[in-house]
């Protein structure tokens, strides 16, 4: 087994989008309402071509693919993408009209849409998110979590030990406990642990030292105020400037913020002077 790359998600996503266009062409018995819904005729669309920019649900399930494999702090886990993600799979046409089964959920080929809603469940069980529907998790599921194959976690069923991993007792099919999940899946190389805060981040932290625009550090300060603090009045009497990038550059001052949003604070003193030198310069559109 390996993890569903996003192209494959997208190829998928966009393959299942035409299948549905072709069901509502069938429906109506109109191809124009096939070709609104999908922006493109249905019957002469590649899945390479359909522009999911179009349909609100795609940007929730990309989160979710993050989420499940390259989770970060600067991303917000988003029950409603999860439940709308599982809603929109149950939903999906099985089969197309002329008969072929489709290797969507459940059904012919691996799923790269049902491996991402199986791994992103699973670690919004396992970090204690609210809106799971599970108290265990599937082989598969922790598979998934640990870049391994179902084969590889059947192994460590039969082993002792730390290396070991105990099903649930009685359990079939055969189930993993979230807190024997939390256990074993720290030592697994694959697996990537869900940041508790910005010192063990390197996205978050990336991507703030990848900023180059003002815009781009006022609204991390903005929705990462928001998120912690319940408002971006609680950075205090500066916050003003601070949110439309017009500060004057303090190391305590913005020690002080970085702190306050939960962020690194060498990495975002280091950019909040970097911004300040070029936008006082010119330097900054």
Not at 20 to 39: C, M, N, Y
Not at 52 to 72: D, K, M, N, Q, V
Not at 250 to 267: E, K, L, S, Y
């Amino acid at each position: 087994m390996s993890r569903p790359s996003l192209s494959d998600l997208r190829r998928e996503l966009a393959a299942s989008l035409i299948v549905q266009a072709k069901h509502i062409v069938l429906a109506t018995d109109s191809p124009e309402q096939g070709e609104a819904f999908l922006g493109c005729d249905p019957e002469e669309t590649r899945a390479e071509a359909v522009d999911l920019s179009r349909f609100p649900i795609a940007a929730g399930i990309e989160a979710l693919h993050a989420y499940a494999f390259a989770p970060t702090g600067d991303d917000l886990y988003d029950v409603d993408a999860l439940h709308g993600m599982a809603h929109f799979l149950s939903s999906l046409p099985r089969e197309d009209w002329d008969g072929s089964v489709h290797g969507f959920p459940n059904r012919g080929a691996p799923s790269a849409l049902a491996d991402v809603l199986d791994a992103a469940s699973a670690r919004a069980a396992i970090d204690g998110q609210e809106g799971t529907w599970t108290d265990d998790l599937s082989i598969r599921q922790v598979a998934l979590l640990a870049d391994i194959t179902e084969g590889a976690v059947r192994n460590a069923l039969s082993q002792s030990g730390a290396a070991g991993l105990t099903a649930v007792p009685g359990a079939k099919p055969v189930r993993i406990s979230l807190d024997e999940a939390r256990r074993w899946l720290p030592g697994r190389r694959g697996f990537q642990p869900t940041p508790t805060g910005p010192s063990d981040d390197p996205i978050m932290n990336e991507r703030l030292r990848a900023f180059d625009r003002m815009e781009q550090l006022t609204d991390f300060i903005g929705r990462h105020a928001t998120r912690r603090l319940g408002s971006t009045e609680a950075l205090g009497a500066k916050a003003a400037a601070w949110l439309d990038g017009s500060y004057t550059f303090d190391a305590a001052a913005a020690r002080n913020v970085a702190d306050a949003i939960g962020a690194d604070a060498p990495t975002f003193v280091g950019k909040a002077l970097e911004l300040a030198l070029r936008r006082d310069a010119g330097d900054l559109a």
